[in-house]
């Protein structure tokens, strides 16, 4: 399955119909993962939901790695699995349709692991900012070294009632890539949403897998 292929939703890129259920099943070779880059992602943002389960069949045990939902998410959007299988499933509601989806898929190599926590130190002559662990910052990124930040107490629990905002920004010309490697919250509760200054790109809860914008 190393080949590239595609799949789309129904009538894509016309709108899908309502009242849909559809799923998909993708297994790689062992040893392998399987890659999804979604060129593009457009659904009803209240009520038509694709979700992303670590399961290669469906069954009544699947594990949610992810939930997504919405209009204009950024494309490429990637999700990478945490064993050699995915499976799929796209329902719509009764109300309004949209284009949909559509995404590549291939086998590739399982990724390098982030580290649990890294620690990354600003130093100026006044102050030192420890990134990891910080509820919430403003920062602009200036060169191509990785910078790592979590939520507060990672890796044990986040507080409850937590409201952080990280704000990263770069210089005219250049594009910030955001990886995450690891999210773990409260399903339908706790959540991570990412945007694009007024867009948002993504909604993350659950156990989504490896993901970069």
């Given at each position: 399955?190393?080949?590239?292929?595609?799949?789309?939703?129904?009538?894509?890129?016309?709108?899908?119909?309502?009242?849909?259920?559809?799923?998909?099943?993708?297994?790689?070779?062992?040893?392998?993962?399987?890659?999804?880059?979604?060129?593009?992602?457009?659904?009803?943002?209240?009520?038509?939901?694709?979700?992303?389960?670590?399961?290669?069949?469906?069954?009544?045990?699947n594990q949610?790695?992810?939930?997504?939902?919405?209009?204009?998410?950024?494309?490429?959007?990637?999700?990478?699995?945490?064993?050699?299988?995915l499976s799929?499933?796209?329902?719509?509601?009764?109300?309004?349709?949209?284009?949909?989806?559509?995404?590549?898929?291939?086998?590739?190599?399982?990724?390098?692991?982030?580290?649990?926590?890294?620690?990354?130190?600003?130093?100026?002559?006044?102050?030192?900012?420890?990134?990891?662990g910080v509820?919430?910052?403003?920062?602009?990124?200036?060169?191509?070294?990785?910078?790592?930040?979590?939520?507060?107490?990672?890796?044990?629990?986040?507080?409850?009632?937590?409201?952080?905002?990280?704000?990263?920004?770069?210089?005219?010309?250049?594009?910030?890539?955001?990886?995450?490697?690891?999210?773990?919250?409260?399903?339908?509760?706790?959540?991570?949403?990412?945007?694009?200054?007024?867009?948002?790109?993504?909604?993350?809860?659950?156990?989504?897998?490896?993901?970069?914008?």
């Amino acid at each position: 399955m190393s080949r590239l292929r595609t799949i789309s939703s129904t009538n894509y890129p016309e709108n899908y119909p309502s009242k849909h259920n559809c799923w998909w099943h993708i297994t790689a070779p062992a040893g392998n993962i399987v890659a999804l880059v979604f060129t593009e992602f457009a659904t009803e943002g209240c009520c038509d939901k694709l979700k992303i389960f670590d399961s290669p069949i469906r069954t009544g045990n699947n594990q949610l790695l992810i939930r997504v939902l919405g209009g204009d998410i950024a494309s490429p959007f990637r999700v990478y699995s945490r064993n050699n299988y995915l499976s799929l499933r796209f329902e719509s509601d009764s109300s309004l349709s949209y284009r949909g989806f559509s995404f590549t898929y291939r086998a590739i190599r399982p990724l390098p692991t982030p580290s649990a926590v890294t620690r990354t130190t600003r130093t100026t002559t006044t102050s030192s900012t420890t990134l990891a662990g910080v509820c919430g910052f403003t920062r602009q990124v200036t060169t191509n070294e990785p910078v790592e930040f979590t939520s507060p107490n990672h890796p044990r629990r986040y507080p409850p009632n937590s409201n952080c905002q990280w704000t990263l920004s770069t210089t005219p010309g250049r594009v910030v890539q955001l990886t995450i490697g690891r999210v773990e919250t409260e399903l339908k509760w706790d959540f991570i949403e990412v945007w694009d200054g007024i867009r948002k790109l993504a909604r993350l809860e659950g156990l989504p897998a490896t993901q970069t914008f």
